[in-house]
């Protein structure tokens, strides 16, 4: 399951700083078995955000998670950017993930984080916090295997159906 790691976070993006939400993406990623095949960092930019979407798209990378801009201030563009991009809303992911995060904390109903499907991949935006990732992540990996699987096929009923 080839993945690609967007963190999205304009001071990371200079070079300032640790990326710990992207590595704690990273590995939760492949801790569900998923190959991270990509890890890069953009700036809080719409279109330098939707054009990183893009190109892990047309690279056909059947899984993108991001984290970082998914909040309320006037630079957190993640959703849109990635509105942009998908083709079509896949929008059980990010509701889950709300869902989960109401129970650790009041905050969540801030997220604005959503999920879609670009050509063939799954994208999902995550908070930028290692903590929320430690406590979300869990939740969307036992779907990971049937999405990719369900991204591969041309249409019609799988065999488990």
């Known amino acids: 399951m080839q993945t690609a790691i967007l963190t999205i976070s304009t001071t990371l993006a200079r070079g300032e700083g640790d990326d710990l939400s992207g590595a704690e993406l990273a590995r939760l ?3 569900a078995g998923c190959e991270v095949v990509a890890r890069d960092r953009v700036t809080d930019d719409r279109s330098a955000i939707a054009s990183m979407l893009r190109g892990y798209a ?12 998914t909040g309320l201030t006037p630079d957190d563009c993640t959703p849109e950017a990635t509105r942009d991009v998908i083709d079509r ?4 992911f990010a509701e889950a993930l709300r869902a989960e995060s109401l129970k650790h ?7 604005r984080g959503v999920s879609g499907i670009a050509g063939r991949t799954l994208i999902v ?5 290692p903590k929320a990732i ?4 869990p939740v969307l990996a036992p779907a990971l295997a049937h ?3 369900q991204l591969g096929r041309d249409g019609g009923r799988g065999a488990r159906h």
């Open 29 to 31: 990623a492949a801790a």
């Open 89 to 92: 809303e896949a929008p059980g």
């Open 134 to 137: 430690a406590q979300l992540f």
């Open 147 to 149: 999405v990719v699987a």
């Open 58 to 69: 047309s690279e056909r990378l059947p899984l993108v998670f991001t984290t970082g801009g």
């Open 125 to 129: 935006n995550l908070p930028g916090s």
């Open 105 to 111: 904390t009041p905050f969540a109903m801030a997220s």
